[in-house]
């Protein structure tokens, strides 16, 4: 079965400063991945999905993730952060077949210091 | 763009009760999920449901139940809620094109807490 490890529950950075927030990912075969934001209070928006091709993925609000299939790694990305995006992060996989059913990591909660 | 729509937003229930969410959406998906979300759990997905009356269990199935007479509605059940089932809830929708993937799309979650 498929599963989605995210080790830092909790990051603080600086407004400005450059972000990484890692995942990591089990599945026996070619990964669907995402990465979701969700605000206080709100449901989860996406940022970027990666199917195939380029590794390199650009989503909203600035973000990008790289695809690395010998670390089994799908680590979300920002040059600079500002206050607004302060919020919790989750890294998902989909599984192929019946409904493609999402298994998300267990979330990772940005706190954005000025 | 994609709606999924939650009905209720905060719910309070007493120990017992019959518990229903309801989930719509507007763009014909054939795949509806309910997860719920849950401090350091991330979120877990309860049931899904690949087309009208066809309900598969997720990963935390027990004290719930589904119903989806219609393609844009999918409906949770807790049959008589209990306490440690005070949670948010997610509903999400998603349509099936396997050489593209699938885009997910979540509504914005209920609130319901059980007393």
């Known amino acids: 079965a498929q599963s989605v490890t995210q080790p830092d529950i909790h990051i603080t950075v600086s407004e400005g400063a450059s972000l990484e927030l890692r995942c990591n990912y089990s599945?026996?075969?070619?990964?669907?991945l995402f990465w979701y934001v969700q605000s206080p209070g709100q449901g989860l928006q996406l940022l970027l999905k990666y199917f195939s091709g380029d590794t390199l993925v650009q989503g909203i609000k600035g973000f990008e993730a790289e695809f690395k299939r010998s670390q089994s790694s799908f680590n979300l990305r920002k040059p600079s952060v500002h206050w607004s995006d302060a919020a919790e992060y989750f890294c998902?996989?989909?599984?192929?077949?019946?409904?493609?059913?999402?298994?998300f990591g267990t979330g990772t909660r940005l706190q954005v210091t000025l | 763009d994609v709606k999924v729509t939650q009905s209720s937003r905060y719910l309070v229930k007493r120990t017992g009760e019959k518990v229903f969410l309801e989930c719509v959406q507007d763009?014909?998906?054939?795949?509806m999920f309910w997860y719920r979300q849950d401090p350091g759990l991330g979120l877990r997905l309860i049931y899904f449901?690949?087309?009208?009356?066809?309900?598969e269990k997720g990963d935390i199935p027990e004290g719930y139940s589904v119903s989806r007479e219609k393609k844009e509605r999918f409906s949770l059940i807790l049959e008589s809620a209990s306490t440690n089932q005070t949670s948010m809830y997610l509903c999400?929708?998603?349509?099936?094109?396997?050489?593209?993937?699938?885009?997910?799309?979540f509504g914005e979650g209920s609130w319901l807490t059980v007393v």
């Open positions: 998902a996989v989909v599984s192929t077949g019946t409904a493609s059913k999402l298994t």
């Open positions: 763009m014909d998906h054939e795949n």
């Open positions: 599945y026996g075969a070619t990964p669907y």
């Open positions: 449901s690949y087309d009208v009356k066809m309900k």
């Open positions: 999400a929708s998603s349509v099936t094109v396997q050489s593209s993937g699938n885009t997910i799309y």
